[in-house]
């Protein structure tokens, strides 16, 4: 079950924002809408479902709605209509004591400003949460460090914000965000005040935190890339409307649009693409055969070289036809011509770091996985091709 569901979630603001429910009904754009009735369209009916442990990233350009509807997941901002269900249980039905349990103990948030409080410590900002939920001062401490630890921030606890770069900040809001041990963390452009090294420090410890802790993360970004680094799902958003939800590999490749086209047009693809996409199939010979059968594949096949692998698709090395054709002459067996060095690469590396590797090689690049089971591989043509643009998959239905 998804731990949190939106259903036509919808929030108008302005004065009577009820009065722009038919009319989002009849398909009214939130312009319209604003020029007809003067009322803003926040959030229009939006439909997710959110799976526990997931990263779910909420993108879109400015004003697009993604810290409205962020907000309405805790009704820091009171939806107008629709649904939001936390493990199936009505967040807009709690009472005003449920929704305060709800928000103390199962969510945390984060967000852009970080928000802490120059005259307290590190720590005494990290606690300030806790020390609202009324919970004693030993508890709390004990809670704030180990989040405090966690964030790699152990050492500073009672240093104040100013004397923190902005990084160290922002690794104290996520503190904070996190001393209460929640189901969910909501970030709003939590790193998007970083300089991009930082940033990306920061979206690889938010990967590490979340493979350590499984907490389910609803983190907003206006930056493609950050969103397809670290998102399980992303949700695009345009006026209010999300245009399509997918996993990094559906956005990119079967944009559900025109807009989302054109929203991942400028993606940087070598920094995106991995092996796994560009590879094709592998032409491979058991080993127990002979160099007779082997010279045979690599015609039929038009192929100069086989992967030669065990009855398990272990890889175990490269057959050339040249070696084929020498062991032929000489009486030798397959085993005995192996080409050991063939150059492989995991299915999650980069097409830039595969071509660095490519260079000097020959031989296409063997995609194997952890167990050495070789999936695929990787020709040089194909990583340029990605690497110019051109990728080799269809470039998605446009609407
Ligand atoms: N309190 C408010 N009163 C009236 N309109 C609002 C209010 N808050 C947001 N809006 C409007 O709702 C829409 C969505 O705003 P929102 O802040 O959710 O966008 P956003 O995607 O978070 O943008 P940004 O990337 O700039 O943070 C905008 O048109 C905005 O003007
Ligand atoms: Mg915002």
Redesign the pocket.
């Known amino acids: 079950m998804a731990i949190i569901e939106a259903k036509r979630l919808t929030?108008i603001?302005?004065p009577d924002p009820k009065k722009a429910i038919p009319l989002l009904d009849k398909g009214w754009s939130?312009e319209k809408i604003h020029a007809e009735t003067k009322l803003?369209?926040?959030?229009n009916q939006a439909e997710f479902a959110i799976e526990a442990g997931q990263i779910f990233v909420i993108m879109?350009?400015?004003?697009?709605?993604?810290?409205?509807?962020?907000?309405l997941i805790n009704r820091l901002?009171e939806p107008t209509s629709g649904q939001i269900l936390f493990n199936g249980t009505d967040v807009l039905r709690m009472n005003p004591e449920q929704l305060r349990q709800f928000r103390r103990k199962n969510v945390g948030m984060v967000f852009?400003k970080f928000a802490l409080f120059p005259h307290r410590t590190v720590i005494q900002n990290i606690e300030y949460g806790l020390e609202v939920q009324g919970i004693d001062k030993k508890k709390r401490r004990d809670m704030a460090m180990q989040s405090l630890e966690l964030v790699g921030l152990s050492g500073w606890e009672n240093s104040y914000p100013e004397q923190l770069s902005g990084g160290m900040q922002q690794r104290v809001g996520l503190a904070r965000g996190l001393a209460n041990d929640p189901d969910v963390l909501l970030m709003?452009?939590a790193f998007s005040a970083l300089d991009p090294l930082i940033r990306k420090d920061m979206q690889d410890e938010l990967l590490v935190l979340q493979s350590k802790m499984k907490k389910t993360i609803v983190f907003?970004t206006?930056d493609l890339n950050e969103a397809l680094r670290i998102g399980d799902q992303i949700a695009l958003?345009r006026?209010?409307s999300i245009v399509q939800i997918g996993t990094p590999d559906e956005i990119l490749m079967q944009p559900a649009n025109k807009y989302v086209e054109r929203f991942v047009e400028d993606v940087d693809l070598s920094k995106v693409l991995t092996a796994s996409h560009v590879m094709e199939k592998a032409e491979t010979i058991t080993i127990e055969r002979g160099p007779r059968v082997a010279l045979q594949f690599m015609r039929d096949r038009g192929v100069s070289s086989l992967y030669a692998v065990d009855k398990a698709m272990n890889l175990l090395g490269v057959i050339t036809a040249e070696d084929a054709s020498r062991a032929l002459k000489e009486g030798l067996s397959l085993q005995e011509v192996l080409l050991q060095e063939a150059p492989i690469a995991s299915p999650e590396a980069l097409i830039n770091e595969l071509f660095e590797g490519m260079g000097s090689s020959k031989l296409p690049v063997a995609v194997v996985d952890g167990g050495n089971r070789l999936l695929g591989v990787v020709l040089k043509g194909a990583v340029l091709a990605a690497l110019a643009g051109n990728t080799v998959f269809g470039a998605g239905d446009s609407a």
Request: cysteine-free; charged content about 25%.
């Open positions: 929030k603001f302005g939130k803003t369209v926040g959030v879109g350009l400015s004003g697009s709605g993604k810290s409205t509807l962020v907000r901002i852009q709003d452009e907003i206006h958003m006026d209010g």
